[in-house]
């Protein structure tokens, strides 16, 4: 019997086997989240099952169970965000040889791949063409439907796609590495950020302030662009080394041509000519922000200075890890504002408005 059906018909086997976990979910676009109950798989032979303690509100979350994101992830309800999830294992399947019982876990963005593409060879699993399964809002290969996120008492994932957390991080904080810790860490190293290099952080919500800190620990000159004046004590705080409040023309326009590489992490449309302008020759303006509208964007400020605008999409596993195992080495952590989850409607409605400082974090002991 070929390995695939072996594997489809365990999976059906296990299909069979589920239990009930407490979760809190979007029912539609339009409706607050509330307290549900959804069907967990009980752990197969590779399979951890967590306990979530902490996890993370992405900008993400909001913009998926809002349905914001409907013309290329079209938002499949009810929905149960979540995807910078730490916990504890509880359960582990035989064959399961990383983690036992009492262990911190993380998962992140991605609980499965194809394993087999050339994305998933190179260890960028996020790029799956299988394609990868997102923690949640994608099709669940193993119950059907679509695959529910953190905003849960508990999560089963297979070992290859959980990682380790050291014990010396503040568990709470180090929640959010597991999505902005990872999508700023894969760009800044991909473009080689480090000493002698100046480089711009755009926005300083979740993802920017980790930004922030990893340029800044990589051995860069960093400069934060705010729209929040009130966030310029902080900026310095997290490690910027100077703050330019981006809605005054006349202080951008001061740091013209002057850049190696930006990171733009904004959520929302805005003008990515006025950052392009900014860049020095052959220099460098990765999105990782993913605002529902496109953004017009001028052929002049790319041609002049043979300047390069790329994204990025969270990371693989294999860089993931690295990127813990090296917060682990600097004491690095997001800062955050812990909340019940009662209270993540009000978190959403603040991350609309910019008021974050910088990451909400749910203690999912308000769960229970
Ligand atoms: P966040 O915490 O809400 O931070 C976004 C920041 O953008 C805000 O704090 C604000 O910073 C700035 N901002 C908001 N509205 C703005 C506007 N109209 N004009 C200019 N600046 C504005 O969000 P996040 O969780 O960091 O996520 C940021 C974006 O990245 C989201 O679109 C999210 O979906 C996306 N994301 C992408 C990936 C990926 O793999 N590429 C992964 C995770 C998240 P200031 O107050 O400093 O201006
Ligand atoms: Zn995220
Ligand atoms: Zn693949």
Known sequence: MSETIQDGRAAAARAAKTYEARAYAAPSAS??????????RVPGPRDVQIEVLFCGVCHSDLHQARNEWQNTIPTVYPCVPGHEVLGRVVAVGREVRGFKEGDLAAVGCLVDSCRTCAACRDGEEQFCQGPATFTYNSPDPHLGG???GGYSESLVVDEAFVLRVSPALDPAGAAPLLCAGITTYSPL???NVGAGQKV??????????MGVKLARAFGARVVVFTTSPGKAEDAVRLGAHDVVISRDPAALQRQAGSFDFILD????????????ALLKRNG????????????????????????????????GIRETQEMLD????????ADIELIPISKIDAAFERLVKGDVKYRFVIDMASLK
């Open 31 to 40: 409706a607050a989240l509330a307290p549900t109950t959804i069907r967990r």
């Open 200 to 209: 711009g952080v755009v926005g300083l919500g979740g993802l920017g302030h």
């Open 326 to 333: 090296f917060c682990a080495e600097h004491g690095l952590t």
């Open 284 to 315: 460098t303006l990765t999105l990782v922000g993913a605002p529902e509208a496109p953004t017009p964007v001028g052929a002049m400020g790319l041609i002049f200075g043979r300047r390069r605008l790329a994204g990025s999409l969270i990371g």
């Open 265 to 276: 992490t904004v959520s929302a449309p805005h003008d990515l000519n006025a950052y392009l």
């Open 189 to 191: 190293r991909r473009w």
């Open 146 to 148: 679509v695959t529910y």
